[in-house]
């Protein structure tokens, strides 16, 4: 499963990479105004980091405006995936973008049906936002596991399932063990998946048995 990270924050950008723990970035209009940073030059620095999609956001909700704003953005770099909402408009622009052979990243998913149109218009990507199912007493993981079974049944859908809105591990490991392509993760969840308490108890009793040898390796 390839891990891409939310955020538009290009110093925790820059940190994760160096993990080798990237596959990409997914942005938002939201994350863009918490990094305080003009999108274009948000968007460029990022793809000059990651080499894999980097998902840029447009914020116009008609399609003539999608497509100008999407043309923009993927001109900014060439692994540049456009985001677009999924409305009528926003399948609109998607099929005319994919046509002109730019990714792009359908998102604000919260149905299978919804999912089914995205891959019908020629999305690249499909983002289901498992969180804000869950924040509503959803079950966000359902939604994935229909959505990877729906797409399973036609070998001629190219859309990846990038399962969005993560809010803890769990999403993680649910998302890989139901077989979703993408998870993008907020630094701190994608930090989390390292932790857990006995490897750090475990390791302080290796190295203070260790220390007792008085001996070094090299
Ligand atoms: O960026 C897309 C999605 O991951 C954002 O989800 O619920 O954390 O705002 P959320």
């Known amino acids: 499963m390839k891990f891409f990270v939310d955020t538009a924050d290009i110093a925790e950008i820059r940190a994760l990479a160096e993990l080798g723990m990237v596959d990409g970035v997914t942005t938002n209009p939201s994350l863009v105004a918490k990094s305080g940073r003009k999108m274009a030059e948000v968007i460029a620095e990022i793809c000059s980091v990651v080499a894999g999609p980097v998902s840029a956001e447009v914020t116009a909700t008609d399609s003539q405006g999608m497509l100008r704003e999407g043309?923009?953005?993927?001109?900014?770099?060439?692994?540049?995936?456009?985001?677009?909402?999924?409305?009528?408009?926003?399948?609109?622009?998607?099929?005319?973008?994919?046509?002109?052979?730019?990714?792009?990243?359908?998102?604000?998913?919260?149905?299978?049906?919804?999912?089914?149109?995205?891959?019908?218009?020629?999305?690249?990507?499909?983002?289901?936002?498992?969180?804000?199912?869950?924040?509503?007493?959803?079950?966000?993981m359902d939604l994935i596991a229909e959505i990877v079974a729906i797409y399973a049944n036609y070998p001629n859908f190219r859309t990846e399932v990038l399962v969005a809105s993560v809010r803890h591990p769990?999403?993680?490991?649910?998302?890989?063990?139901?077989?979703?392509?993408?998870?993008?993760?907020?630094?701190?969840?994608?930090?989390?998946?390292?932790?857990?308490?006995?490897?750090?108890?475990?390791?302080?009793?290796?190295?203070?048995?260790?220390?007792?040898?008085?001996?070094?390796?090299?």
């Open 170 to 218: 769990i999403h993680v490991v649910q998302a890989a063990k139901l077989g979703a392509h993408v998870a993008t993760l907020p630094p701190g969840v994608l930090r989390a998946l390292f932790n857990h308490p006995l490897t750090d108890k475990g390791l302080a009793a290796f190295l203070a048995d260790w220390a007792r040898t008085n001996q070094t390796i090299a």
């Open 71 to 140: 043309r923009f953005l993927a001109r900014i770099a060439p692994n540049v995936a456009v985001k677009v909402p999924l409305t009528v408009d926003g399948l609109r622009a998607c099929r005319e973008l994919s046509g002109e052979g730019t990714a792009v990243n359908v998102t604000l998913c919260f149905s299978a049906a919804q999912a089914l149109l995205a891959a019908k218009a020629g999305a690249a990507f499909i983002s289901p936002f498992v969180g804000r199912l869950d924040d509503v007493g959803q079950e966000g």
